[in-house]
């Protein structure tokens, strides 16, 4: 391994490991036009990230994914700190999010005591958002008003489907309105220029720090392409889960 490489590749600036991936991987700057998406977070890329340095490998991670605290403690789930995976547990090929019961292929924050799993973009979601046509902040919330009552279900304030009661939801207590965290969730944000604006965040290891808002934004922008992806995962992990979900309470899917 000391001898010289035989041809001088040009040289790579710098490459770095990480252990989500075999390859190294080096700096690399996103663009829009490029659609590129998060191998970590799943969401879309703009910015300042990191790609494989092999050329045919499409591997890429924001610079916030590839410095994720391995272990968080999430106020959602508050027995267990939640560990990071840098794949679904149990050598499946996808998840389902507990915050948002959408699947997931990439990492996952995940409680192998629970079964818990959070995507990477659900768990820094923002805690109070503001919307433009509702006149007060709302509220993250990890389960519906409704959990506990038996009769009652809550039904989205935008789409007007219904909430299972134990998703996530933002919610104004005052006027009893509530929406879906992402679909029917709107962001303001401050950080409207997309092109460059995501790498200056030279934040600290705490999570939370890491700018909520432009990822969301990516949340909802590469949702169709998650649509798309998890509508193919569901179909050949359908029979998996209906096997489960024989164990667990059923769950109730509206998204699609
Ligand atoms: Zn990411
Ligand atoms: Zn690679
Ligand atoms: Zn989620
Ligand atoms: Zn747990
Ligand atoms: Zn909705
Ligand atoms: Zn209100």
Redesign the pocket.
Known sequence: MASRKPKAKPANRQSVRHPSHNHPLRVFKAKEEDETACSGCELELIGQAFKCIKSDCDYFLHKSCFDLPSETHHKSHQDHPLTLLHSPPDERSVYT?D??D?Y?SGFTYHCSNCNYN??V??TFIPETIDREDHEHPLTLLYCTPCKGHEDTIFTCSVCEETISEDLWMYYCKECDYGTHVHSCATYEDQESDEEEEEEDQDEDEEGEASSPASRIKSLMKARDEMAAMQLEARIDNDARNAALDLWDDPKRRYYW
Do not use: P, S, T
Request: overall charge neutral; some cysteine.
């Open positions: 999010c915050a948002c959408q997931g959070l995507h973009g659900c």
